[in-house]
């Protein structure tokens, strides 16, 4: 249901004009004579080291190609590697190797790439350029070579790109018929989604999920039907497709938004395919036509253009150029949206999996820097855990990779019921910026954290363009009053009011996610002899519970100018082991309570020390 209403609100943003598309009609020229070193880059004289020609093949420096077609480049040093990244297009390619990737698929290039003398990297210009697209010519009077295109944009359909009569992921494994008249506007690094468009933003869209494992076919067809309340009807019908996948198929419309709605399952994994279109457009039974066309299989590789970015190796390169960065990641690694634009956080695509890194950049200054930021994080997650499972290494000086060195830290969690892993913090700087990078894995997948370091390159970020970008810390240092009635208590930052009332409230800590109630009861017979009665009364049920445990019997305690008694029990809730701490105390006619709730990995930490601080400010 959550998907189908994603796909109504969207349809409903498109036809109102929110969210136009970037624009941009310029042509890619490369304009030069073999044996001269200045080379016209659409429009712009360049120097750079002088083309050469090896058996009737040019070969060019790369920077003429990233900066020509401007496509992303990553650099794999250990194996010499070249990968570049294009609209629908990557190009892997190694030096003194004739073999390139392109895509999913091998081909042969009659001059390998060359590193030359001065360490510039020598690419065939020919076979990169007519992979994008591109149209190389020689000029017999003028000696010139001369290659054009239009640089793929919102005006280029997906012909443009392809004429090969289907497109696909052999690494997802689908195809459809090529949507010649529309052009693919988005496609997520991990191939999870897919969105083509025409002049008129009418979109087919192709999503795909892991099945939840609550989730049944016959419940979800209800919840996606349910969902299309509001809309005309037009198809709600069971099928199997011709491999034997369950799928469901939904048209319906309004005045202004028709739906195509096809959902397939196969394994562990949900495929979408929607049409929102202008129920009046010209090409609606083309677009429906197309999407029809999916099915749940490459087909033909030499009728299909495959859009998969995944190495032979399996792996795929992320590259963002506003903030300079790549690396790589296995295949079965999906990017998450997050709430910064300097931020990047990615998660294995397994809903089993807690798998996941994070990328965050900030602006250097004097109070932040590599090293600073490591040691403040480190204080930070070290002295909210339970040091019975949790060690650490301390923060030390670390070699990232060949040309990166700066910071990191190690904690690992051992002995936990279910949330034992290792999280390895690391931090560097380049240029103004300040990088870090934490990877949290279940069982320390050194090989993908190693991979992703030998490949991260980090350049320069334009500090102009990017800006600055300041760290949003918590203040973990300061305090506040809270008001419950004609009571008061003083908490840190950290810890956030929500349902205040006359006789309690309720405190959410930011970086933990304990949580810590507080109430106040009327009792004119109450006595501190009756509050010891309840609270041992209170043991003996907790002891006969089959899903707690009492882990510390009744004690008694004086904090402020009330002493209370207090015990400390577990429990178990699916799968997940908690503790509750809770104390009950008097002062005339009035009984306090305070209930902390910790989850395993934060309980018997310096969270302890800070309700104790908490119930020691209450003011009666």
Not at 564 to 569: A, K, N, R, S, V
């Amino acid at each position: 249901m959550k998907r189908i209403l994603s796909i109504i609100i969207t349809a409903a943003l498109v036809f109102s004009g929110i969210g136009a598309m970037a624009e941009g009609t310029d042509s890619i020229n490369i304009t030069f004579k073999v044996g001269e070193s200045v080379l016209s880059i659409n429009g712009i004289d360049t120097k750079v080291e002088t083309p050469y020609v090896v058996d009737g093949t040019t070969l060019v420096p790369l920077r003429v190609i990233t900066e020509a077609f401007g496509a992303e480049v990553a650099w794999e040093d250990s194996t010499q590697t070249i990968t570049l990244t294009y609209p629908g297009v990557t190009i892997q390619m190694q030096i003194g190797s004739n073999g390139a990737q392109i895509n999913s698929h091998t081909e042969n290039m009659t001059i390998a790439p060359v590193l030359s003398a001065g360490g510039v990297t020598m690419v065939p210009l020919r076979f990169i350029s007519e992979t994008f697209g591109a149209e190389v010519t020689y000029d017999n009077v003028t000696e010139k070579i001369t290659v054009t295109k239009d640089k793929i944009n919102e005006q280029n359909t997906v012909t443009g790109v392809t004429e090969m009569s289907r497109i696909g992921d052999s690494y997802y494994g689908w195809s459809m018929n090529t949507p010649s008249e529309l052009f693919m506007e988005d496609r997520s690094f991990d191939g999870l989604h897919t969105t083509f468009v025409d002049e008129n933003k009418n979109l087919l869209t192709i999503d795909f999920y892991s099945m939840d494992k609550d989730l049944s076919f016959e419940k979800d067809f209800s919840n996606i039907k349910d969902s299309f309340q509001g809309y005309i009807l037009i198809k709600a019908d069971k099928l199997t497709d011709k491999h034997g996948n369950q799928c469901m198929h939904f048209q319906a419309k309004d005045k202004t938004t028709f739906i195509d709605y096809t959902c397939y399952y196969e394994n562990n994994m949900i495929f979408d395919i929607t049409v929102k279109a202008d129920p009046n457009a010209e090409n609606l039974s083309d677009l429906i036509d197309t999407a029809a066309s999916f099915e749940l299989a490459f087909g033909d590789k030499s009728a299909t253009y495959d859009l998969s970015n995944v190495s032979p190796e399996g792996y795929r390169t992320f590259s963002d150029e506003r903030y300079k960065i790549s690396f790589t990641l296995p295949a079965d690694w999906e990017q998450v949206s997050a709430d910064e634009e300097n931020n990047f956080l990615f998660w294995k695509h397994d809903p089993k999996s807690k798998d996941h890194v994070n990328l965050e950049i900030y602006s250097k200054s004097s109070n932040l820097t590599a090293e600073i930021l490591a040691n403040k994080d480190y204080e930070s997650n070290i002295k909210n855990r339970n040091k019975e499972l949790c060690e650490s290494s301390g923060v030390a000086v670390y070699q990232v990779n060949d040309k990166i060195k700066g910071y990191a830290y190690k904690i690992i969690t051992s002995g936990s019921r279910n949330d034992d892993g290792v999280l390895s913090d690391i931090f560097f700087e380049v240029g103004e910026y300040v990088y870090n990078i934490a990877f949290y894995t279940e069982n320390d997948e050194r090989g993908m954290i190693n991979k992703l370091l030998s490949t991260l390159k980090a350049d320069t970020i334009n500090a102009n363009e990017v800006g600055v970008l300041i760290r949003n810390d918590y203040e973990d240092d300061t305090t506040y009053v809270s008001k419950i009635g004609k009571c008061t208590l003083t908490l840190p930052m950290l810890w956030v009011e929500n349902n205040l009332s006359s006789t309690g409230c309720t405190y959410y800590h930011k970086i933990t996610d304990n949580v810590l109630g507080m109430e106040i009861f009327e009792d004119s017979g109450a006595t501190a002899e009756t509050v010891k009665e309840f609270v041992e009364q209170r043991i003996k049920e907790i002891s006969r519970s089959s899903d707690k445990k009492i882990v510390q019997d009744s004690m008694s305690k004086r904090m402020g100018k009330i002493t209370y008694y207090y015990y400390i029990y577990s429990m178990v809730y699916e799968d997940k082991l908690s503790y509750f701490t809770e104390f009950i105390g008097i002062s005339g006619k009035k009984i306090y309570t305070f209930k902390l709730t910790q989850s395993e990995i934060t309980y018997d930490s310096a969270i302890n020390d800070e309700v104790t601080g908490i119930i020691n400010s209450l003011t009666v």
